[in-house]
């Protein structure tokens, strides 16, 4: 079939443009994987360093670059770290998990009460009080360090699982981002709850919670991860190494293993190893949440 020469001069034009524009886009997806990679490769090689050297005879530490997987495989930096008793760290882990749980349980029950009344009640000055409110997530949290310490001090629980709880339970950022999600929830369904003669609370419980599950465990993921990596708070507040969170105890690592840099990295692993678990586990909720949190804000 023969086409004239100005439709086929077109066409081939047409093609030679569709192929620079294939090319094109091929090789910025080629650039930004290869960018991606180098991010996960510089992200990740600190975390995969420290689980090799924690399975590293101590005169293996410190060999070449091409020995990063340790010649001769060891459990006994984890076998010491978990035994000695000067370094407590099952101790440690249940302090931890005792206070994180905790915290987090009242920590999204204030915030999200806090943002139900932002969104569904109506007062006087609510709007004025929430950017009042907001406005102090730009005052650095090492300013208040010396007024909690005083307060909890005052209160008697120094070496007390509440002087790392209830400080943090102040925070903002929670009340921001289930605010911004509930906003996002129309109103028919208080009215339609209302009909059926519920009342506030059983809106809040029955209706609002159910809905706000990927917020919920997004902002737990966050709350979890900020308590359990809190390092300088809970060692400001304990003074006896049997009340210290695992975090803070590896202070003590590092007093007694001072130039042991397999098991430092022992007890640094067994403190990371939950975190991880709790963000693979909440993974979807996670980026569900923060989809749908900055589409609706």
């Known amino acids: 079939m023969n086409l004239p020469k100005n439709i086929s001069e077109k066409l081939i034009s047409k093609i030679s443009l569709l192929k620079r524009r294939g090319l094109r886009r091929n090789f910025l997806s080629a650039a930004v994987f290869v960018a991606l990679l180098l991010l996960l490769i510089v992200v990740f090689l600190p975390t995969l360093w420290g689980l090799s050297t924690s399975f590293k005879y101590e005169d293996d530490v410190f060999e070449t670059i091409t020995s990063f997987f340790p010649k001769r495989w060891t459990l006994t930096n984890y076998s010491e770290v978990f035994s000695n008793p000067y370094t407590p760290i099952l101790r440690w882990f249940f302090n ?44 650095p949290g090492v300013i208040n360090m010396i007024p909690n310490y005083a307060i909890i001090y005052r209160l008697n629980l120094i070496d007390n699982m509440f002087a790392m709880i209830l400080p943090g339970l102040s925070g903002v950022f929670g009340v921001f981002l289930l605010r911004q999600f509930m906003t996002g929830i129309p109103r028919e369904y208080d009215e339609a709850a209302k009909i059926d003669g519920a009342g506030k609370f059983r809106i809040y419980f029955h209706i609002i919670l159910p809905m706000c599950v990927p917020a919920l465990v997004t902002l737990a993921i966050f709350s979890f991860q900020g308590n359990w990596n809190d390092y300088i708070w809970p060692l400001m507040v304990t003074n006896q190494p049997e009340t210290r969170t695992l975090t803070a105890g590896m202070s003590t690592f ?20 939950p975190v991880l678990l709790v963000f693979l586990v909440g993974q979807k909720y996670f980026i569900r949440g923060i989809s749908i949190g900055g589409i609706k804000g």
Do not use: P
């Open 254 to 273: 590092i007093e007694r293993y001072a130039h042991q840099y397999g098991k430092l990295m022992a007890g640094a692993m067994a403190s990371a190893i």
């Open 96 to 139: 931890s998990v005792k206070i994180v749980v905790t915290y987090v349980f009242l920590y999204l029950l204030i915030t999200s009460l806090a943002s139900f009344g932002f969104t569904r009640l109506r007062f006087k000055g609510r709007e004025t009080l929430f950017w009042i409110c907001l406005s102090s997530m730009m005052v």
